[in-house]
């Protein structure tokens, strides 16, 4: 790969997230509390790549925003999956989730991968608990006697997109210290495929934003949809 068209896709992945953002402007009211949840995920990570885009032209070292943007954007999805997966976990298991995952990322801060240094050890223990995590909320829908629609489940999108986008980058970021101390041909390669799942978990969050839940009745009560 190019080092042009590495440019070209990792501004791209920066650029589509204007997308989720201005759909949030005009619909946040609407919105319900699942997408909400959302949106700070998707506020955040717009924050992050102004920052990282703004130090990386001042050529400065831009890793340790994320540091923090990995701890932060963990208790965002837990957040999701808090309420996803309520009927399945307990609170305590999800609070217990967050507090471990603080502690080992500051652990690995002091310890093994300053703030100079990519967190590959943080980034590979997130995805595979979120992959744990979606594949958990599958099988409740699969559980499910009642089945809902679920292309209107925003739910049902921020899921698969956090399974694709995780278990597409779980080799890489347990790699990428390892086997990329400099730029080559095969972190380009690597790197602009982690830009293009970028673009594709965006679309997915684009997607979950904009579809409207329907309500299901059941024998109880009437509940929303999320």
Known sequence: ????????????ASLILLAPLV???????ALSLIQKKLSFIVILTVLVEIISWSLWYKKINNLPVYHFFTVIQFLLIVNIYRGALSQTFSKKFFTS???????????????????LTFNS????????IIIFLSLSYFYALLKEVKYSTLETNPMFWINSGFLIYFSS???????????????????????GLHAIINIV??????????????KETNENNDFLIE
């Open 169 to 191: 980058s779980l080799i890489l970021f347990f790699m990428n210290n390892t086997l990329f101390k400099e730029v080559t041909e095969a972190s380009l390669i690597l790197w």
């Open 97 to 115: 989730l967050s507090i471990g995952f603080v502690v080992f990322a500051i652990i690995n801060i002091v310890f093994f991968q300053d703030l």
């Open 23 to 29: 759909i949030l402007f005009f619909r946040f009211n």
């Open 1 to 12: 790969m190019s080092k042009e068209l590495f440019d070209n896709l990792t501004l791209v």
């Open 201 to 214: 978990l965006t679309i997915f969050y684009i997607v979950a934003i904009s579809v409207k839940p329907k």
């Open 121 to 128: 050890n943080a980034t590979t223990l997130m995805g595979l």
